[in-house]
């Protein structure tokens, strides 16, 4: 497959911005940037960051073993999504595929960047419909979304059915692995370069408890790569941003104990509330949280807000009947929302 082909013509012959930063980028102390504009007067924040963010793309590399010419970060994986719609799907005339019910922000996007969207219904398992998504492709479908563990599903979807979707869809394939850390399966990542045609998407807002910071990550051909560079933001990560990523990929250890803490309470607090009358099911997660079906998700999801809970009403999704979404919390907060529905 060959990725130009699939770009924007705007696109194909975007020139980047290029920045001060971008034009000598050795920084050392003896050396006087005058370059700028910026204030002269040191704080920690005085320059503009580092606009290909190295120091995070090492250590990233480091960890996923994955050269950091095949990684972009964004601003939240909600810029680095805007990025793949703006470079490959042409306003008023491309469509993408989502995968309903699945995370929210792929229909708003492609709204925002007006595209069209054609949804094709996960199964009664929550798997992809492959041959429904394979015929409902046209030439005009650019990007495949798959969100696995999907949310508000939680389930990771067949490995045999992602790999087919990504073999013999015509247009850019997705992976949004924004749980992946919660999961038993393998993350695309270690098959990213048999595939020229596939992105995943990760993020740092979810295991590594840096929802505030908003970094995103992209993984990726290095072609592909390069294209979403010419096109992003300059500055698009600020530099506390680029600071608190890396403290944090420094203190792996404690994002492995704090995921493993999650999974537990994850088993914990499925088990009770399985076994709460009015609960129909909990669904298998591979994520930080559950999806359970009760006997009437408005009225719990009202009683939950009065006790002080605020949970997900997922109930107007397809397929999602009668279902909230619990985040697997604290011990403490998951011991209270165990104790809440038990007292109704
Ligand atoms: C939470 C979530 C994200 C994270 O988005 P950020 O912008 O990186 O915070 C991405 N995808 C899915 C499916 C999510 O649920």
């Known amino acids: 497959m060959n990725i130009e082909n699939l770009l924007r013509e705007n696109i194909k012959n975007l020139k980047a911005y290029s920045s001060a930063r971008d034009e000598y980028k050795e920084v050392t102390n003896e050396m006087v940037f005058i370059d700028a504009n910026e204030n002269p007067f040191e704080s920690d924040v005085n320059r503009y960051p580092d606009p290909q963010q190295s120091k995070v793309k090492s250590r990233l590399s480091d960890l996923k073993r994955i050269p950091s010419n095949q990684i972009l970060l964004g601003n939240g994986s909600d810029e680095v999504l805007d990025l793949i719609f703006r470079a490959f799907c042409e306003p008023n005339q491309d469509n993408v595929i989502t995968l309903p019910p699945t995370y929210g922000m792929y229909s708003v996007l492609a709204n925002l960047n007006a595209i069209s969207i054609k949804e094709v219904l996960l199964d009664s398992n929550f798997e992809p419909n492959v041959n429904q998504i394979l015929k409902t492709q046209d030439q005009n479908s650019k990007i495949l979304f798959l969100c696995s563990p999907n949310n508000p599903t939680a389930n990771s979807f067949e490995a045999l059915k992602v790999e ?5 869809f015509k247009g850019i394939v997705v992976i ?7 999961s038993n399966q393998d993350s695309w990542l270690s098959r990213l370069n048999e595939f020229q045609n596939l992105i995943v998407t990760q993020t740092l807002s979810k295991a590594y408890g840096l929802a505030g ?5 992209c993984y990726a051909s290095k072609e592909i790569i390069a294209v979403l560079n010419r096109i992003k933001p300059p500055y698009n990560i600020n530099e506390l941003t680029q600071q608190a990523a890396l403290k944090r990929l420094n203190a792996i250890d404690t994002v492995n104990t704090e995921v493993k803490m999650i999974l537990d309470q994850r088993t914990q607090l499925s088990k009770v509330i399985e076994a709460i009358d009015f609960v129909e099911n909990v669904y298998a997660s591979d994520a930080n949280f559950l999806l359970v079906k009760v006997d009437d998700a408005n009225n719990r999801y009202r009683q939950l807000i009065e006790k002080g809970i605020v949970a997900r009403n997922r109930t107007t999704q397809p397929l999602c009947d009668n279902c ?3 985040t697997v919390g604290t011990l403490d907060e998951n011991q209270k929302l165990i104790e809440t529905l038990n007292q109704l």
Do not use: H, S
């Open 213 to 217: 910071i908003r970094l995103g990550i």
């Open 176 to 182: 949004d692995e924004a749980y992946i850390d919660f």
């Open 164 to 168: 087919k979707l990504i073999k013999e």
């Open 324 to 326: 909230l979404r619990f």
